[in-house]
């Protein structure tokens, strides 16, 4: 008995030394690009982001003073190679002291895109004959095809990358102990994303002058990145100022895991999705009820 758990102990030794080394040996640039990479090429995985706006009505002429997105759910390399998504959705907006909230999911399979409305004020549209029920939207969303997953790779091993690297410190994220690194991005690896994001439009429904204003807003902004020991990425955050209405905008993206759902398949029995084509803003006007294509 005390040889087998000696045999056990010195195996876990051998891994433990070998990590360390291996971490040891690179560069955080290396680290940072092998996460990167093999972030782009994971096969599948468990994703949770945040994306909070808040703007300054006065200045913004918006009524919302703050917009908030959070999303929980599993991605996944789906058949025809491009990037199959399975999500729980809460939005959350306030505005005058009120606050709004939307909750639902989306699933996108194959490039086809489905929505499920669970809650959602009434001030915008009437869901009382879908709640619940997954709808089939008309467009194709080509998400991450294989072809951009090539280019995003290329770019994430370009040695020019980054301007500066800085560590900030060692932090637990999600159970894993990570190394907290900080960077900007060069000017020629920012040229590269404006490029391949600006791909990402397409049949998406993005509007493409829209995207590239948005990744150009981020040249020369810090970005903060947690890295485990085996170069995984763990978390993702960053914090800027929209050119275009002045918001403060902020990003924080955790990957709990790189392994999702077995298959992430169409909703059964999906209806078609047929939006209205303007739904009321203002309080004290009827509700546009959301027809269903049969």
């Known amino acids: 008995m005390k040889k087998i758990l000696s045999v056990v102990v010195a195996v876990v030794v051998i891994i433990a030394c070998a990590v360390f080394l291996y971490t040891k040996r690179l560069t955080p640039e290396e680290r940072l690009q092998t996460a990167f990479v093999d972030l782009v090429n994971a096969p599948s995985g468990h994703m949770q982001a945040t994306i909070t706006t808040n703007t300054d009505p006065v200045a913004s002429a918006s009524t919302l003073s703050e917009f908030k997105i959070e999303t929980d759910g599993n991605f996944q390399k789906g058949a025809v190679g491009n990037l199959d998504v399975d999500s729980n959705v809460v939005v959350t907006g306030s505005m005058t002291g009120a606050s709004v909230v939307g909750k639902g999911a989306i699933r996108i399979v194959d490039g086809k895109l489905f929505y499920k409305f669970d809650e959602l004020p009434e001030i915008l549209a009437d869901i009382s004959t879908i709640r619940g029920k997954w709808l089939a939207g008309s467009g194709v969303v080509d998400l991450l095809s294989d072809t951009t997953r ?21 932090e637990k994220i999600g159970g894993f102990n990570t190394t907290h690194f900080q960077t900007v991005f060069s000017a020629s690896g920012y040229a590269s994303f404006v490029e391949e994001f600006s791909k990402l439009s397409g049949n998406a429904g993005v509007n493409k002058v829209d995207l ?37 905008v902020s990003i924080k993206i955790l990957l709990t895991n790189y392994i999702g759902k077995d298959k992430i398949a169409d909703p059964a029995l999906a ?17 546009v009820a959301i027809p269903i294509k049969k």
Not at 219 to 248: E, G, H
């Open 150 to 170: 090539a280019n995003m790779a290329v770019t994430f091993k370009n040695p020019q990358l980054f301007t500066s690297i800085k560590k900030i410190g060692n």
């Open 271 to 287: 209806e078609q999705i047929v939006m209205p084509t303007a739904a009321p803003v203002a309080s004290g006007v009827t509700p």
């Open 212 to 248: 590239e204003n948005s990744v150009k807003a981020l040249n020369n902004v810090p970005f903060n990145f947690w890295i485990d020991s085996r170069n995984k990425l763990r978390k993702v955050a960053v914090a800027y100022v929209n050119p275009q209405n002045k918001a403060n």
